[in-house]
């Protein structure tokens, strides 16, 4: 079971990494973006909220990585602080989906001229993935 935590820690680390070269492109293309005329107060909203859903999946997501590091619940020796293996599982395979759908989102917020609806259809499936992953995150009691 030990390596099943070092494999998900392992993915989560990796995806720390990526999500950190990530950042730099993002704030690139944010300043760029940035200088462009917002069309509409919608437009500029819908930036806000998958901003927001970004970091708040990045809050989370550390919760998720801390609570792998935990030792594992699994008997004999349960640990009085530890996490449980169904829970890391999750959140380790939940984490592929909430990632591509929050960068999907963050694509179309960040086209000049976005589509409003593919936009909102969009964040609406970030949001959805995302409140899988929280939900797993506040399940995750040592």
Do not use: H
């Amino acid at each position: 079971m030990n390596r099943l935590v070092i494999s998900v820690l392992g993915a989560f680390l990796a995806f720390g990494t990526l999500v950190g070269c990530e950042k730099v492109q993002t704030a690139t293309q944010v300043a760029t973006v940035a200088q462009q005329p917002i069309g509409n107060q919608a437009v500029a909203d819908a930036r806000n909220t998958v901003y927001a859903l970004k970091a708040s999946y990045g809050a989370a997501l550390r919760v998720a990585v801390e609570y792998a590091r935990l030792p594992s619940c699994t008997p004999p020796d349960r640990p009085v602080v530890c996490s449980s293996d169904a829970v890391v599982r999750g959140m380790a395979s939940l984490q592929p989906k909430v990632s591509s759908a929050i960068n999907a989102a963050e694509r179309v917020a960040l086209q000049a001229n976005p589509d409003m609806s593919t936009l909102r259809a969009a964040i609406s499936t970030a949001q959805a993935a995302y409140g899988e992953f929280k939900k797993l995150t506040e399940e995750a009691k040592p």
